[in-house]
């Protein structure tokens, strides 16, 4: 024995600190005509749109090859300025030939923290088979989730799309891909292979200000970034940069030329787009409907964000004790009711977090009694989560006395 007397060892995890969230990680696929480049089919990481310069992938190499890359990128950084956006340029023309290769597969597999995807499409829009695209893409998120890697959507670059065109996605099982047909028609007019582009980066940008909770649409956000506190509202529109100054549908229709009816439809038919409101400055996105019938509850992409976050809390929260021992009741086998308290609280910690950030209103976490779990039988639990309110219209009744 020697004469240390008292030792200390350093404990971990008693000021209830987390690690940053990632709720603003997305990813940005971008096809490129280029023959071959070597950064195509690999993530580079952005935290800031001048991170591509060393990549080559500046306003020349959009300029050179007449495709939006770096647009998108800066639009992503001007509505999420403190976002992390990975970048893959692609050789693949189109969603469905990316999201089949191995580099895809591994690439997402590599980089969890990626909670949204864009593709951007470009000039290449020959016989494009949009709901192919969209089925794909779905399956792809599916693959994903086997491996318990779980994205929140992925937004289709849904190019040359206007209201008598529109098909009806709701009519697909796609519940986690969006199409986007918003676009900015002073980008459209700068060169003629842009004239049918949409917005995806801008989308990226303003789901990454958002908590997962929020609508794409909403009017104000939660968190602005520092330049936008105190203002009332997060629209699109920046007049001092000259963005959105006015709104119109990928084919170059201008929104404010549509009617009321046109414009439901198209949101009554799944698609992002773009607009205002009469008399309040600034325009808007009209939410983030998803490819799938409206009477689901993942027909809109905030509720896809709850519960993948919720998802991903209580596994992590439950993870390490896979495997543990635990004390049964000596007379029935069954685990102790002290048990099943301390798991039901452990679980419920990442859903309580949620409810401290306004996430969700409400959270309940059970764990029947009377399980006697074992390399057979897993241990049965049920969860939910209660979404809070997203008021999309006030209808009011105003008299004079």
Not at 38 to 59: H, M, R, T, V, Y
Not at 85 to 113: G, H, M, W
Request: net charge negative.
């Amino acid at each position: 024995m020697s004469f240390e007397g008292v030792t200390f060892n350093k404990g971990q995890g008693g000021l209830n600190r987390a690690n940053a969230s990632t709720d603003a990680v997305m990813a940005l696929v971008v096809f490129s005509p280029e023959a071959a480049n070597p950064e195509f089919n690999k993530a580079i990481k952005a935290i800031q749109a001048s991170d591509l310069d060393d990549a080559g992938f500046d306003e020349a190499y959009d300029a050179n090859n007449t495709i939006l890359l770096r647009h998108h990128v800066e639009e992503f950084f001007a509505y999420a300025p403190e976002g992390t956006l990975y970048v893959i340029p692609t050789d693949q023309p189109t969603a469905a030939d990316f999201f089949s290769t191995d580099e895809a597969k591994n690439l997402f597999r590599d980089q969890t923290d990626i909670k949204r995807i864009g593709f951007v499409y470009n000039a290449n829009v020959v016989d494009l088979d949009l709901t192919a695209e969209i089925n794909a893409s779905q399956a792809f998120v599916d693959a994903l989730a086997a491996d318990h890697i779980l994205v929140d959507g992925i937004y289709l670059e849904a190019r040359g799309i206007n209201a008598a065109t529109a098909i009806d996605l709701r009519a697909l099982s796609a519940g986690q891909v969006s199409a986007v047909i918003a676009q900015d028609p002073d980008i459209a007019t700068i060169d003629a292979a842009y004239a049918n582009y949409a917005a995806v980066g801008a989308v990226l940008g303003m789901r990454a200000i958002r908590q997962v909770n929020e609508n794409l649409g909403s009017v104000d956000v939660v968190r602005k970034p520092l330049s936008s506190r105190g203002t009332v509202s997060f629209p699109l529109t920046r007049y001092t940069e000259e963005r959105w100054l006015k709104a119109a549908l990928s084919d170059g229709t201008i929104i404010t030329s549509l009617t009321s009816a046109d414009k439901k439809q198209l949101t009554a038919y799944g698609y992002i787009y773009a607009g205002n409101f009469q008399g309040f400055g600034g325009f808007y996105f009209n939410g983030e409907p998803t490819c799938i019938e409206l009477a689901s509850d993942y027909s809109s992409g905030e509720n896809n964000g709850v519960w993948n976050k919720a998802a991903r809390g209580i596994r992590t929260a439950l993870i390490p004790k896979v495997r543990g021992w635990f004390k049964r009741n000596a007379e029935t086998g069954a685990l102790t009711a002290t048990v099943i308290k301390n798991l039901e609280t452990l679980a419920g910690k990442p859903l309580q977090d949620m409810m401290t950030t306004q996430e969700i209103s409400d959270y309940e976490i059970v764990i029947p009694n009377g399980q006697n779990p074992n390399d057979q039988t897993p241990l049965i639990a049920k969860a939910s989560v209660t979404l809070g309110a997203i008021i999309h219209e006030f209808e009011i009744d105003l008299s004079l006395n």
